[in-house]
């Protein structure tokens, strides 16, 4: 059976998708000594001094990079952006006061703003967490409903796999997600299943991709 997917699916390296798995949020966090208390704080302070506010990054490209990007061109402000091996050197960066602020996966921040070492400002999450019900999401600063700042994981195949051996992967994959265990193990790396079949997740990565190529465009 010849695939159906639509154009807008096939844009990930010739692979189609077959279903979402699970969404980590990510979350805007600064130094508890950090003298910026609120998201708002961090804007005008990005307003009032251009370029002067630091940020780090897991390297150029990154989504740590290109979200805070995004957001800065949302509020029409400047940042300065600096580069790290990964997103643990990144953290450490912050909690040291080397830079300003960093947008981080929530998992790898947690235990740092449970310790009380950052503070966070801002989550990516599509709704406030039950366990940090003070911190507003992304959405609200930015007034913009419905928009999220996350990493997520999902099943891709190749380009021109049968219609139905995707439908079938596709459902397979929602059955697991089911299981009471398979949810908890995900849940417990700070992820959250959020199933998606082949055609709704083919739209997510469409939209992202002219997402990110707008971002990169404002950038040049």
Same mark, same amino acid.
Not at 44 to 51: D, E, H, V
């Given at each position: 059976?010849? !695939?159906?997917?639509? *154009?807008?699916?096939?844009?990930?390296?010739?692979? !189609? *998708?077959?279903?979402?798995?699970? +969404? =980590? *949020?990510?979350? $805007? =966090?600064?130094?508890?000594? !950090?003298? @910026?208390?609120?998201?708002?704080?961090? $804007?005008?302070?990005?307003? /009032?001094?251009?370029?002067? =506010?630091? @940020?780090?990054?897991?390297?150029?490209?990154? $989504?740590?990079?290109?979200?805070v990007e995004l957001v800065n061109h949302h509020f029409k402000v400047q940042a300065q952006d600096h580069a790290y091996p990964s997103d643990t050197d990144a953290l450490a960066a912050t909690v040291a006061g080397e830079v300003d602020f960093v947008l981080a996966s929530y998992p790898l921040a947690?235990? /740092?703003?449970?310790?009380?070492? %950052?503070?966070a400002l801002a989550l990516g999450s599509s709704a406030r967490l039950a366990t940090r019900p003070e911190v507003p999401t992304l959405a609200e600063v930015m007034r913009r409903p419905g928009y999220e700042a996350s990493a997520w994981f999902?099943? %891709?195949a190749p380009r021109g796999l049968p219609v139905d051996v995707i439908t079938r992967l596709e459902e397979e994959v929602? %059955?697991?997600?089911? =299981?009471?265990? +398979?949810r908890e193990k995900i849940e417990r790396v700070g992820a959250r299943p959020a199933f998606l079949r082949s055609a709704p997740f083919g739209g997510q990565l469409g939209y992202e991709y002219r997402k990110w190529a707008l971002v990169t465009k404002a950038m040049q």
């Open positions: 059976m010849k !695939s159906t997917l639509t *154009p807008s699916a096939r844009i990930i390296c010739g692979l !189609s *998708p077959v279903a979402r798995i699970a +969404v =980590v *949020p990510l979350v $805007v =966090v600064t130094s508890a000594k !950090s003298p @910026y208390k609120t998201f708002d704080e961090l $804007v005008a302070a990005m307003r /009032q001094n251009p370029a002067k =506010v630091r @940020y780090a990054t897991s390297g150029k490209g990154t $989504v740590s990079h290109l979200e947690e235990r /740092q703003i449970n310790s009380g070492a %950052l503070r999902g099943m %891709l929602e %059955l697991e997600l089911e =299981v009471p265990e +398979v």
